[in-house]
């Protein structure tokens, strides 16, 4: 319950001081105790505004000259009457924790309904007014805000609820993102007032606050209330490291010289000679903010512990001016990052740079447009009430909705389909690790958001949901890829689905999927299907290769000493029958091949002649020769790398030619995805073109990729072609070739 909260009088951990309130040029932290008294004294008239919000109107009408204060005055009326009696734990009427936290949305640039929700975010849960009352006063919209912020209230913070309390907060943020906006700001009133509780109940409190809120408030993007909520979390929970920071930030507060002020007179007069009106502000570190960079380059220089901010009226002069900077100054060209051209997840846009001195010291420039700045300080509050018809849109015309920021509306898929919340907990932690978004595209023309690190697997289930267990592979930029393939901002990923409606993921996939929709997805299928999956993509002890490749029914076959699935027995008895070594080990009877004569004089009459089997050569290949021992002559396709290794160490080629027999061996290559029935496929493929099969072997399953190779037997040369192309139209195959050994032969 909010009223818990103490009073910062009261002795506890010191909040931060101005730097995070200096950056939002809000106002000094309005007195308590002269607020409660006015309202409790105050005037509160019909039609004329209490004294005791002068403070939010003002803020308010900055942002919105032209909005109706007639809500506020009747909300502060009915919020007032009803906490009249009750008391802060600091011994503040009641009423100064609504007016705080309305006075903190304000000063974001929050609408009149969610500071008139705000006012009211307490009545309900801690007085008699009812959610009938607030609809017939202010409305169904009013009403709404003020009955997710009370259920949010409700929520037990203990460790054991911790995922719980998650899922309760991402519905009620996913129905309307102002719910936890009044949130964020409530709960950094109680930070600030935190001062009487028990250490460890503040530590309780600061560690909910970093693991849930914070992230939270990153991922709407109200970086206001996220830094100020570090800091206090970090005085709380670091409380040496703090006070390690906050010296060091004195001391650099008190150098007769400010590098960064020097810096910042720069880059005025180089925009001022270039003619971009441009407003340069320095921007101070927060607590937080510093000890990070502290850790990160050891002993800090003056620069260091502030950020210049360039302010301009349109997007194009934010490229202008980097341009100047970068032509004028020293640009550190490993720092700049484009958050205009791509924005991050939460609405940010800004130009990242960072220029140096002659002495060293480098400074750090973010480059933006006021709207810019606005949405970067207050997230999605920034952007007004996504409901009214009409409101203004940001300046560029095109309105995001806040409603629905692109990771909000994954979150809310998965969390519905989470088998139990310890599930959801351990999945989201993992999302909200990941600080950048990035997008990929479709081959129509579509999009996918995903975070940074995502792989195939990621964009199969966020483009197919569960369908995407039929996933057999992808084409990244065009190329094959396993599905593991890590993907990078601005790919395009054609996924590959296979056609059986009975596919199932493997388990391997979990070690590549990095989205919650993804690792939920799969971890529920295997979760329904204990003997399913486990076998996909891996290779059993006893040496068989599971369903990936041969279907959960189908029977191993073993070829040429390795072992291959297939789908069904006939197959199986086919490739055996088929090896190159019969039931008692012996080698099977060779049949004749494609005649070729030795032509050269150098040739040896009568030499026997040997197809070389590491390129296999057939009719009408180009072929060379080489003596080998015995006076056995090898046959080699001219493209063939042993041929070049043989030439290196000076062997004589010898010049050979085909004859006119035209039966021929060959050995082919097929690469394929795994599914059900593949090799039953392929053999009969390899069948209806008149082929023998010789020898066959399957290499166990990798990353759901299967190799296939066979050496067989043709009639006539002439029909490889025909052959080759027969085997890439099964479906799951994506690539034939020619046998082709890379080490080299002796």
Known sequence: MSAEATNPATPGPVAPPAPAVARRKSRARIDLRRLGRAALLGPAARGKLPDAISHVVEAHRAHHPDADLEPLRRAYVLAESSHRGQMRKSGEPYITHP?????????????????????????????????????????????????????????????????????????????????????????????????????????????????????????????????????????????????????????????PDDPLAEIADEVRGVLREADIPAEVLIRPRHFVSVHRVSRKRGELRGADFGRLLVLVNEDADCYGVLGELHTCMTPVVSEFKDFIAVPKFNLYQSLHTAVARADGQVAEVLIRTHQMHKVAEAGVVALGNPYAPGSEDPADGERADPTRPGWLSRLLDWQRAAPDPDTFWSTLREDLAQDREITVFRPDGGTLGLPEGATCVDAAYAQYGEDAHACIGARVNGRLATLSTVLRDGDTVQLLMGQDPASEPSREWLEHAHTPAARIAIQRWLTTHPAGGAESGTEEADGTVAAAASGAEGETARAGGSTAGTGSGAAARSTRSAGTHGTDGAPAVRPRGADVLVDRPGGVSGAAVRLAGCCTPVPPDEITGFAVRGGVVTVHRVGCAAVAHMKSRGREEIGVRWGDTTACRVTLVAESFGRPHLLADLTEAIALQGAEIVSATVEPPSQQRVRHTYTLELPDAAHLPALMRAMRDVPGVYDVSRAQHQAPAT
């Open 99 to 255: 007016l705080a936290v309305t006075l903190i949305l304000a000063e974001l640039g929050a609408e009149t309904t969610t500071l008139t929700a705000s006012l009211l975010h307490d009545t309900v849960e801690d007085t008699d007014v009812t959610l009938d009352q607030v609809r017939e006063q202010f409305g169904e919209e009013v009403r709404y805000l003020v009955d997710g912020v009370t259920k949010l209230e409700k929520v037990d913070y203990g460790a054991a609820a911790e995922p719980e309390t998650f899922r309760k907060m991402l519905v009620a943020t996913g129905s309307d993102v102002r719910v936890m906006s009044i949130k964020l700001a409530d709960r950094l009133h109680n930070m600030r007032t935190l001062g009487v509780m028990r250490p460890e109940k503040q530590a309780r409190i600061a560690k909910v606050t970093r693991d849930v809120l914070i992230p939270l408030a990153e991922r709407l993007g109200v970086q206001a209330l996220k830094t100020e909520l570090e800091d206090l979390v970090f005085a709380i929970l670091h409380p040496e490291e703090y006070e390690h920071t906050r010296e060091l930030i004195a001391g650099n507060a008190a150098r």
